[in-house]
């Protein structure tokens, strides 16, 4: 079976960046099962009314993790992950982590032919997706692709039965993994597809070291800790998504997860979860404006941070919410599937910087503007 190749990084380039203390040997599962180990009732997610604590969670995610294993799913395989920000999403994605398996994240809206070629240039192994989306199957898709595409031979379902497939909520029943292969800060991860704006979708392997060390530094920035709940708007598939998941492990704080949006669904969310935290797009935060949700301040209590990223942020429209937030402040976020959150504001910029830029690069990054002459 064809693992995911990487391309090399100069030796000066890893002595560099390790020496520097930007990048270390963490991977995720680490940061979950030392979260679960300190403080294991503390909540990890919300969902719907009900909560999940850091110690469910590990044990849900080594124990799919050994049913994944007994599928055949090992080291260096990728794995299609085309969930909505669900708890299936967020134990699939560490219970890969865990085998030293790598997530490929697929957008939900992809059927057919943007699903055979996703799955195809990836070379994937598995693909965990619904039973029913709307009104098509996923996996039911997928499972019709598995002729062609030689290296995909098992099909994982989320929600009702599906002949031919195997169902999550029965591999999570498995005796808990208690090891997994020995991992380190170069190995990959992540594999995103960029959207293919103007061709078809180019892959992104990452490694550990190259996005852990980016989320443990903008945690610092953005005061990020383990009393506060995080809220992505914006889906896991997505890089800005993923990202919010990674900080969420980092600070070993609770996610309250909003699997579809809707402006009646994030407001409930946020008042439901006592969200501190939430990460969404500005079309999100225009379309609660213009819905009439955001009038109603206690609507809004419990924020501390609100970020936009995802596409150009009209500065009247952050400027319009932060002067509605009594305890929080809103920020901006440039990110790009290489390297995470490239750029963004801190929340003590003087807020005609937090309006109207998205900020300062990252710690460790380096960012360069050329002009249209070049």
Request: proline share 7%.
């Amino acid at each position: 079976m064809a693992k995911i190749q990487l391309l090399p990084i100069p030796e000066a380039t890893v002595r560099h960046y390790f020496d520097a203390g930007h990048w270390t040997h963490d991977t995720l599962c680490d940061w979950l099962f030392t979260r679960a180990d300190h403080a294991p009732e503390t909540p990890a997610i919300y969902h719907a009314g009900t909560r999940i604590s850091y110690r469910e969670l590990s044990d849900r995610v080594r124990s799919l993790a050994s049913g994944l294993q007994a599928l055949g799913i090992s080291q260096g395989d990728v794995v299609a992950l085309q969930l909505p920000n669900l708890p299936e999403f967020v134990i699939s994605h560490l219970a890969l982590c865990l085998l030293g398996a790598v997530t490929q994240t697929v957008h939900m809206p992809y059927q057919g032919a943007e699903l055979r070629f996703l799955l195809q240039h990836s070379q994937a192994t598995a693909f965990i997706g619904l039973s029913a989306f709307k009104d098509v199957s996923p996996v039911t898709t997928v499972l019709g692709l598995t002729a062609e595409i030689e290296s995909l031979n098992q099909v994982i379902s989320v929600g009702s039965e599906v002949a031919g497939t195997h169902a999550l909520a029965e591999l999570q029943t498995h005796a808990p993994l208690t090891t997994g292969p020995t991992l380190n800060g170069l190995d990959p991860f992540v594999l995103l597809y960029a959207s293919g704006t103007t061709a078809n979708p180019k892959g992104v392997p990452v490694r550990y070291c190259q996005f852990l060390s980016n989320t443990r530094a903008s945690a610092t920035d953005l005061g990020v800790n383990a009393s506060d709940v995080i809220l992505s708007v914006a889906p896991f598939t997505h890089l800005y998504g993923l990202y919010t998941l990674h900080l969420a492990l980092c600070s070993g704080t609770a996610m309250s997860l909003l699997p579809l949006f809707s402006p009646p669904e994030l407001i409930a969310a946020i008042t439901r979860d006592r969200a501190s935290c939430v990460f969404a797009a500005p079309a999100h935060l225009a379309a609660c404006r213009d819905a009439g949700l955001l009038d109603e301040r206690d609507n809004l209590s419990s924020l501390r941070l609100v970020c936009l990223a995802g596409s150009a942020v009209p500065p009247a429209l952050a400027r319009w919410v932060d002067e509605r937030l009594d305890h929080g402040v809103v920020i901006q976020l440039w990110g790009m599937s290489e390297i995470q959150a490239g750029a963004y504001t801190r929340p003590d910029d003087p807020p005609e910087v937090r309006h109207a830029s998205a900020g300062r690069p990252s710690p460790g990054t380096h960012l360069r503007i050329v002009l249209d002459d070049g």
